[in-house]
Nanobody, 123 residues
């Protein structure tokens, strides 16, 4: 069992930055690839990015590529999402998730989810 706690959301102006964190319980954090998803009101949950177990490979949605960066610290059982050059379209609830699979873009492949954190970008 893995519990994920999201933190770091908030209100920011367009062009600003935020860093989200996702802290995991348990001793098996390094066994999971970690993903970030987001869901805006009235929209389906969408893939933002993912990082593999070792932290040496990352994957991003085209909409955030070059602006967002995912990293992880397996010693701290934490994964991060650094968001720069934020746009109003980035406004959503952001979720971290853990998977033992390799289909990182598919929400159904994730076994555990954080509670989500709200990110609001004003224009």
């Amino acid at each position: 069992q893995v519990q994920l706690i999201n933190s770091g959301g908030g209100l920011v102006q367009a062009g600003g930055s935020l860093r989200l964190s996702c802290a995991a319980s348990g001793r098996t954090f390094s066994s999971y690839a970690m993903g970030w998803f987001r869901q805006a009101p009235g929209k389906v949950r969408e893939f933002v990015g993912a990082i593999n177990r070792g932290g040496d490979r990352t994957y991003y949605a085209d909409s955030v590529k070059g602006r967002f960066t995912i990293s992880r610290d397996n010693a701290k059982n934490t994964v991060y999402l650094q968001m720069n050059s934020l746009k109003p379209d980035d406004t959503a609830v952001y979720f971290c998730a853990a998977t033992t699979g390799s289909d990182y873009m598919l929400a159904l492949r994730y076994d555990y989810w954080g509670q989500g954190t709200q990110v609001t970008v004003s224009s």
